[in-house]
Each structure stands twice: as C-alpha cells, then as structure tokens.
C-alpha cells in the first residue's frame, strides 16, 4: 500500500505543480487585468545600480536645516495613470536615504489609492507626491481623506509631475497651486532660475545666489494656476536669460518653479525639479527637496505669506550664460 501510494504521489506531483504554478500565473495575469499599472511600471522602471545608489546618499545634507520636534513618518505616493516617469525609483531612493541618513522622518512607499482613508492616513504627517501624474480617487471618501488630512494640520509635499493631477478633482488641484500645461523647456536643455525670495529658509541651498540646471520645467494652465495671491514664490525661471524667455513667444512672463503656501491648518510645498533621474544625485536640489519636505512635516518654520503679500522680498537673478 505504502508503494502504491508513493508510485502514485510521483506520477501524479508534476501535475500537481503544473497546475499550481497555473493558478499562479492566472491569479498574477489577473491582477495586472485588475490594475494595468502593475505592469505599466514594471515596463518603466529599472533597478538602480550601485553608483547610482551611492550617488543618491552623497547628495543627501548630512546635517538637517530643522531639528524633528517628533517622531515624523512620511508616505510617499508614487502611482501614475498618465505619463510615468523614470526617475521615479531615483526620488524613492532619494526620501528612502534622507529619512535613513538625517534621521528627520520614518517613510512609507504606496502605489494603490486604498492608502487614502483617515485611518491609514492618521500615522503621518506629511503625504509625498512623487511624480504623480493623473491621480483619480477610486471613491469620494479617499478624496475627502487626503484633503481632510492636510486641512487638519498635515503637510504635502510634491516632485515635478504632482502638478500634473487632479484634473476630475480640482479642490484637491488647487491645493497643489496648478496643473500642467506643456513644458517648452525640455529635459535636455540647461535653464535659468532665479530665487524669487534669496533670503526664504527654504532657498538656503542656493546660497542667495540664481542659478542653471539641467531638468524638464513646466508652464501652468492660467485657469488653475491659484497664482501668488496664494503661493509664497521659492524660484521660478529667469525669463531674463534670453536661453529661457525665447522658448515662448506668447507665453507667460513669470514661470513659478518651487513655492510653498497654507492649506487650511496644513503645509504644501512643491517643487517643479525632479523630471530626470539625475536631479537626485544635486545635492543642491536634493537639499531643497529635504528642507521642503521638512517645512511640510511642520519642523522647518518658514514665511508662506503669499508672495503679493510679502514686504521686501530681494531676488536674485541666474548669471550671464557662459
């Protein structure tokens, strides 16, 4: 009998593998059917290597503008149902190494809108956009989570393409302070930036000083840009420099890049850098990332006066092109 059974679990165990592993692949076809994006990213992103990852830690600041007032935790929403950009995983590394280097925040990564719910949302304090392009709440409950979260005293910070959000939910859009609307200057052009406000806590990184990069920068739809009523300015593009301001002829004049504002009791900074994978490895950008995401936890104090409000703002504009 002990034979027959053994003859029989040995004819009959390839067949009961094959058909697990059938059931496998059928459960795992079905979940990318059930959400296409699992494998839109799985087409786009691609591991990083070890140079990039060291790269990525050195531009990190090793000391903090901000000591934490307490323990932070960040969530990082990433998901993308328009354009998916690559540098996605480098801005994941990116936070990843500032909360493991600086110590200013514990992180969490989220691709699926079911984070969205007071209940999940009530062990952060600051929400990340990064790169996020076209997100549509799933159910009205999870829009009024993330705007309940910031209106009651949460931060949310933003990476270049969270401006391209929100267009079926414009209370959510507004909050952010625009949405895309073309990027006349491309990802491989090196442009001109000046600091709207040189001495903002938040521009420390540049040292007072405009300044060129290499990035991909966006213009605003004029219908639901909120404008500098709202945003206290950080940097925009320096239209002085006839590299920048010949990319447009009918155009706006005035190209807000970062700005911060209030949102209720809540905190939002957002920063238009972030398109190319190698912004992440600037230290100069990286630390005005980090500063940002520090002011929307609540632990970087910082003016977010609307800039038509604000009394003596000195810029500074970018030097000539060499």
């Not at 494998?39 to 934490?68: D, N, Y």
Request: glycine share 8%; net charge neutral; charged share 20%.
């Amino acid at each position: 009998m002990v034979v027959q059974l053994k003859s029989f679990l040995v004819r009959s165990l390839p067949v009961l593998l094959l058909a697990a592993f059938s059931a496998s692949a059928t459960r795992s076809v079905s979940a990318q059917e059930a959400d296409p994006w699992i494998q839109k990213k799985t087409g786009r992103f691609k591991p990083l290597t070890e140079s990039q990852q060291q790269q990525i830690a050195a531009a990190v600041p090793a000391k903090l503008a901000a000591k934490p007032k307490k323990d932070r935790r960040v969530l990082v929403f990433y998901r993308c149902e328009g354009f998916i950009h690559t540098s996605i995983p480098h801005a994941n590394e990116s936070v990843k190494q500032m909360a493991e280097k600086t110590g200013a925040f514990k992180v969490d990564f989220a691709d699926t809108y079911d984070v969205f719910t007071a209940d999940r949302l009530a062990k952060y304090d600051a929400i990340l956009l990064n790169n996020t392009t076209h997100m549509q709440f799933k159910e009205p409950s999870q829009r009024d989570a993330f705007l309940d979260f910031i209106a009651k005293g949460g931060g949310l910070a933003g990476f270049h393409a969270a401006s391209d959000n929100f267009n079926r939910h414009p209370d959510c859009l507004a909050i952010v302070g625009g949405t895309f609307a073309g990027h006349p200057w491309g990802a491989g052009g090196k442009w001109a930036f000046k600091l709207d406000d040189s001495k903002h806590v938040l521009n420390a990184a540049f040292e007072g000083k405009g300044f060129w990069h290499t990035d991909e920068i966006y213009q605003y739809n004029p219908q639901s840009y909120v404008g500098t009523g709202v945003l206290r300015v950080l940097v925009s593009l320096d239209m002085n420099q006839e590299a920048v301001s010949s990319r447009i002829k009918d155009g706006p004049r005035e190209v807000p890049v970062s700005w911060v504002r209030t949102a209720g009791k809540g905190r939002v900074f957002y920063t238009n850098f972030g398109h190319r994978e190698d912004t992440f490895a600037n230290p100069v950008i990286v630390k005005h990332m980090l500063d940002g995401i520090q002011y929307a936890l609540g632990d970087l104090a910082a003016d977010a006066t609307p800039t038509d409000d604000a009394a003596d703002l000195v810029s500074a504009l970018a030097p000539a092109a060499k």
